[in-house]
């Protein structure tokens, strides 16, 4: 591996490392500060901020680093043409539909602030893109630079505001700063003039790659936020500031742990001379370190996790060790997951993503319906469980057809997974958080 290589690696990981340990921060001193129930509202419009975020994205700036066409002026314009229209669309959707999303979530105090968080997508919309290129050439500091700046900047406001006022109103603040500060350093930082004027000849070729993003992201929005969402919706807003504390510490691992995998690995297992990158060999010896490596997560996050979690977050959060077990199997499979989708997306076997995107949603109706069944709050985690497990089974059939991975690890792998959310099975029918 060479040394520029392991630098990008170093500078990648050091700056999701940052991103997570903020994010991290910001719900420890929120929880402290403003109680659980007040966390709860909080957490709410961390999910919302953070859905929206998926929406004004559409991927545009993966594309104008991916596309061979991607340095031209022309195309950048256009590029900027569709994240300011795409986030003007989302930021006026949210303004629109901010009082029924805030009684869906039996939270009508948050109308305002919700419909606020249009603004700060809208904002996000004039992000100058340019900087972005410098990853045309492998180079990644400037954007490590930018996103350690804007959450800092993020972290400090949130924190200040919630001490001086003592209410959710804080997030709202650190959001907007995020949003400005990126705009500003974007600009500086820029490499040429910026415009959002589309050359009508590229409209076509952009909204082929942006377009099925923005269908694509609601389906993350069930994906990723879902769990939250249901218990928002359906649990007290205590009981959602003890979901999300219960699960924080796992799911900055497995973040931090799968933005790793796919940095480092996906070099490694790019195809050569007709052949796959690493022998069959090698491939199981991998996919049995996570499988076994997601096992000593499980157990590390289930001994280990209320203690930390009672002691960062504070006494009201004591108590909380049925939950951070349920809620780590998820996080458990998405270990192995990410490891499954670098080795497809190294081999292009990306068509099946669409679908593996689909059966994590799936967890979505499915928490809705064993809440109705008169579950537990342990039957969301559970069902996101599931949701996963059902990706995780595509992506072992989108592989098999590289004839790299052996069965019998396979059934290890689901086993595993079976025995584990068993367990949390028979305890959701009679567990409740206090």
């Known amino acids: 591996m060479s040394?520029?290589?392991?630098?990008?690696?170093?500078?990648?990981?050091?700056?999701?490392a940052f991103i997570y340990a903020n994010t991290f921060l910001r719900g420890v001193f929120l929880a402290r500060i403003?109680?659980?129930?007040?966390y709860g509202l909080a957490l709410i419009l961390i999910s919302i901020t953070g859905a929206l975020d998926l929406f004004a994205d559409a991927g545009i700036d993966r594309f104008v680093v991916q596309s061979r066409f991607g340095h031209r002026s022309d195309l950048m314009r256009t590029a900027h043409a569709f994240r300011v229209g795409g986030s003007a669309v989302v930021g006026l959707a949210i303004v629109l539909l901010s009082?029924?999303?805030?009684?869906?979530?039996?939270a009508p105090e948050l109308w305002l602030p919700i419909a606020l968080t249009g603004g700060i997508v809208t904002i996000r919309g004039f992000v100058n893109l340019s900087y972005k290129l410098q990853q045309r050439e492998h180079r990644f500091g400037r954007e490590a630079g930018i996103q350690a700046t804007i959450y800092t900047v993020e972290l400090l406001a949130t924190t200040l505001?919630?001490?001086?006022?003592k209410s959710y109103w804080a997030v709202l603040v650190g959001a907007y700063l995020n949003a400005i500060t990126q705009i500003v350093l974007s600009h500086m930082l820029a490499n040429g003039k910026y415009s959002f004027i589309p050359r009508g000849k590229l409209v076509g070729l952009v909204s082929r790659f942006s377009l099925p993003i923005y269908m694509n992201a609601a389906l993350l929005l069930a994906s990723a936020q879902g769990d939250r969402l249901v218990i928002a919706a359906s649990f007290s807003k205590t009981?959602?500031?003890?979901?999300?504390?219960?699960?924080?510490?796992?799911a900055g691992v497995t973040g931090l742990a799968g933005s790793m995998t796919m940095n480092i690995?996906?070099?490694?297992?790019?195809?050569?001379?007709?052949?796959?990158?690493?022998?069959?060999?090698?491939?199981n010896q991998i996919t049995a370190l996570f499988i076994g490596?997601?096992?000593v997560f499980l157990a590390a996050i289930t001994l280990a996790g209320p203690t930390l979690v009672g002691l960062l977050y504070g006494p009201a959060f004591v108590g909380l060790g049925t939950l951070v077990f349920a809620a780590a199997i998820a996080q458990m499979i998405q270990l192995e997951q990410s490891w499954l989708t670098t080795l497809l997306m190294a081999n292009g076997l990306t068509a099946r993503f669409p679908m593996i995107t689909i059966m994590r949603a799936a967890a979505f109706p499915t928490a809705l319906v064993l809440v109705s069944l008169g579950f537990s709050i342990l039957a969301v985690p559970l069902a996101f469980a599931f949701g996963?497990?059902?990706?995780?089974?595509?992506s072992y059939h989108a592989a098999s057809g590289l004839k790299l991975i052996d069965g019998r690890l396979i059934v290890v792998s689901f086993a595993r997974v079976l025995l584990a959310s068993a367990a949390v099975l028979l305890l959701a029918r009679s567990w409740a958080v206090a």
Do not use: E
Not at 34 to 38: Q, S
Not at 161 to 165: D, I, K, P, R
Not at 240 to 250: M, N, Q, V
Not at 388 to 394: D, H, R
């Open 161 to 165: 505001v919630a001490l001086w006022t």
């Open 3 to 16: 040394g520029g290589m392991l630098k990008n690696i170093f500078v990648v990981g050091s700056s999701h």
């Open 239 to 250: 009981q959602l500031a003890f979901y999300a504390a219960a699960s924080a510490i796992g």
């Open 265 to 283: 690995m996906l070099p490694r297992l790019a195809p050569r001379d007709g052949g796959p990158g690493l022998s069959r060999r090698h491939i």
């Open 293 to 295: 490596g997601s096992l």
């Open 388 to 394: 996963a497990t059902l990706s995780l089974a595509v």
């Open 99 to 106: 009082y029924p999303v805030s009684r869906a979530f039996d």
């Open 34 to 38: 403003l109680g659980p129930h007040d």
